[in-house]
C-alpha cells in the first residue's frame, strides 16, 4: 500500500476518525458512533461518482493517545479491505484542538494501518486477498509528514517482519533455517553477520547452548550481528532466546495444544526486528545482537534433568528441569557478551508462565538496573509495547541452590517464577556493564484479533528494543 498527499476526486472509500458527532455533507455522526474504534459505513450516491464513508470512534478528547489512534487504523485498515475500492481518503480534522502532535499522529495512524491489514496466510489454501491501497491524506504535504509516513511504514514493517518469523512452522524455521535468515537478511553495508556452529561453541565453551541442541538434529548457534553507525555512541548488546521449538526435552510438556511453543524464539524474532528497524532507518547506534538459537527436543541424545553443565564462568549447574532451558542458552550468550566490551545488555525472552500470571497478557517484564527499567516503561507507553519493573528480591536466590553443585535452573520454591529466572540470569551478567531482562512470554501472541493486533504473533519488543537502543544513545556516553 502506498500513502500519499491530497484529494482525490475519483470512486474511493473516505474515512473519517471522529471524537465528536458532526454533520459532513448528507451524513449526521450521532454521539452513539463516537465510541472507541467502532467503525459505521455510509453510503453517498448524491454525487456523480459514489463513495463509500467510513466512520471511525475515537473516544473522548481525554482518552485520545498515539496508541488509541494506531488501534483505531488498524480496525478501519481491516474493514476497508473488505470495500470493492482501491483508493482510500483519510481526514485528519480529529486532530484540531487535541493534544496531539500532528507528526507523530501521522507515523502513529500509518504504522496502526499496516500493523492492522496484517495477514499470515503462508498455509491456507485459500488466501484472502489483499487490496494494494492507493490512501491520501487529506493533509498539506511537508517534508515533516513525509518523514512521519516513511518512519510509521518502518515501524509496521519490521514488527510485520518479526510476526511473520514467529508464526512460521517450526519444521520450517528451524536453527539451521533461522541462522541462514539472519545472515541473508543482515549481512551489508555497515552490517556483519557471524554465525558461529557446533565446533565454534565447543571452543568457546558455550556448554549450556550445546546441552539444550543435543537433542535435535540440528546444531544450535549463536549468531552476532553488527550495526555501527556511530562507534563513539554506548555500545549496546541486545540477545534474544531462540528456541525455534521447545517441547520441554526429556520434561516434556503436558499441555492440551503446544504449537505455540514454535513462538519460543520470539525474544530473537523481537532482536530481528529491532535490528532490521534500526538499520532501516540508519540510526546513529553502535549495537550488536547476539541471538542463541536452538530446539529442545528429547531423544537418546538430550540434555537430563540431574544433569550437571560447567559454564565458562567456571559455574556448575544442576538441570532441574529440562523445560527451563532459555535461561541456560541466555547465560551463555550473557557470558560471551563480555567479549564485545559492551556498555548496556539488554536480554529478552519469552522465559516464564509466570510473568503473564503476574501481569496479565498485555505486559512484559523488565528487571535489572533501574535507569533501564524506567525509561523502557516510559517508552513502553509511547510505542504499545507494554512494559513494567520488576524487582530482582535478593532474599529469593537462595531458593536456586543445589545439594550437588552451585546453583539449580529452577527454583525449590513454587512462588515468584519470573524473579527467580531473572536472579538466574544476573549470575552471568559482566561486571560493571549495565543491564536489563525482559520477560515476554504473554505478550509475545494476540489471544484475538483487535485494533491493530492481529491473531498470532504480534510483534512484540521490536518497536520497544530499537527505541531503546536509540534512546539510550542519546542519553548516554560511550564509557571509556
Not at 166 to 180: A, G, K, R
Not at 353 to 367: D, N, P, Q, R, T
Not at 377 to 387: A, T, V
Not at 414 to 433: D, E, M, Q, S, Y
Request: glycine share 8%; charged share 25%.
Amino acid at each position: 500500500m502506498n500513502f500519499h498527499f491530497g484529494q482525490q476526486k475519483w470512486d474511493m472509500i473516505e474515512v473519517y476518525p471522529v471524537l465528536k458527532p458532526f454533520l459532513h455533507k448528507s451524513i449526521q455522526i450521532p454521539k452513539w458512533m463516537v465510541e472507541k474504534h467502532k467503525c459505521h459505513w455510509f453510503r453517498d450516491q448524491s454525487e456523480q461518482a459514489s463513495r463509500d464513508y467510513l466512520v471511525v470512534g475515537l473516544g473522548s478528547d481525554e482518552t485520545l493517545t498515539y496508541e488509541s489512534l494506531r488501534e483505531a487504523a488498524g480496525e478501519a485498515a481491516r474493514i476497508a479491505n473488505s470495500c470493492q475500492k482501491d483508493n482510500i481518503q483519510i481526514s485528519f480534522d480529529f486532530l484540531e484542538g487535541v493534544n496531539l502532535n500532528k507528526v507523530n499522529a501521522v507515523s502513529a495512524f500509518v504504522e496502526g494501518w499496516m500493523l492492522g491489514a496484517y495477514q499470515f496466510q503462508k498455509y491456507r489454501q485459500e488466501k484472502a486477498a489483499v487490496k494494494p491501497f492507493r490512501i491520501y491524506l487529506l493533509l498539506d504535504e511537508t517534508n515533516e509528514l513525509k518523514k512521519a509516513i516513511e518512519t510509521g511504514a518502518l515501524r509496521a514493517k519490521s514488527t510485520n517482519l518479526t510476526r511473520d518469523l514467529c508464526n512460521t512452522d517450526p519444521t520450517d524455521l528451524n536453527p539451521d533455517t533461522f541462522t541462514e535468515a539472519i545472515r541473508k537478511h543482515f549481512d551489508g553495508e555497515n552490517m556483519s553477520v557471524r554465525i558461529y556452529g557446533n565446533d565454534d561453541l565447543q571452543k568457546l565453551e558455550l556448554n549450556g547452548l550445546l546441552a539444550v541442541g543435543r537433542g535435535s538434529r540440528f546444531s544450535p548457534y549463536l549468531a552476532e550481528i553488527k550495526l555501527c553507525n556511530d562507534p563513539n555512541k554506548p555500545h549496546i548488546v541486545l540477545i534474544g532466546k531462540g528456541m525455534t521449538y521447545d517441547s520441554g526435552g526429556i520434561s516434556i510438556k503436558t499441555g492440551r495444544n503446544i504449537s505455540d511453543m514454535r513462538m519460543d524464539m520470539g525474544g530473537a524474532g523481537a532482536v530481528f526486528g529491532a535490528m532490521d528497524l534500526l538499520a532501516s532507518g540508519n540510526k546513529d547506534v553502535n549495537v550488536t545482537a547476539l541471538l542463541p538459537i536452538s530446539e529442545n527436543l528429547p531423544n537418546e541424545k538430550a540434555f537430563l534433568p540431574g544433569e550437571v553443565i560447567h559454564f565458562a564462568n567456571g559455574l556448575h549447574v544442576q538441570v532441574g528441569n529440562t523445560d527451563a532451558e532459555g535461561r541456560l542458552i541466555l547465560a551463555d550468550a550473557l557470558l560471551y557478551s563480555e567479549r564485545l566490551n559492551p556498555d548496556v545488555i539488554i536480554d529478552a525472552a519469552t522465559l516464564t508462565g509466570s510473568i503473564g500470571a503476574a501481569l496479565g497478557l498485555k505486559y512484559a517484564g523488565v528487571f535489572g538496573n533501574e535507569v533501564i527499567t524506567d525509561l523502557m516503561k516510559r517508552l513502553g507507553n509511547d510505542s504499545g509495547d507494554f512494559i513494567w519493573p520488576m524487582p530482582l528480591i535478593d532474599e529469593y536466590e537462595k531458593s536456586l541452590q543445589s545439594d550437588y553443585a552451585d546453583i539449580c535452573n529452577i527454583s525449590s520454591d513454587l512462588n515468584a517464577g519470573a524473579i527467580t529466572a531473572a536472579l538466574f540470569l544476573r549470575k552471568f551478567v559482566p561486571h560493571n556493564v549495565e543491564w536489563g531482562h525482559i520477560d515476554m512470554a504473554a505478550p509475545v501472541q494476540s489471544a484475538q484479533t483487535k485494533g491493530y493486533h492481529v491473531r498470532g504473533a504480534s510483534g512484540y519488543g521490536v518497536r520497544l528494543l530499537a527505541d531503546f537502543v536509540e534512546n539510550y544513545s542519546k542519553l548516554k556516553e560511550r564509557k571509556r
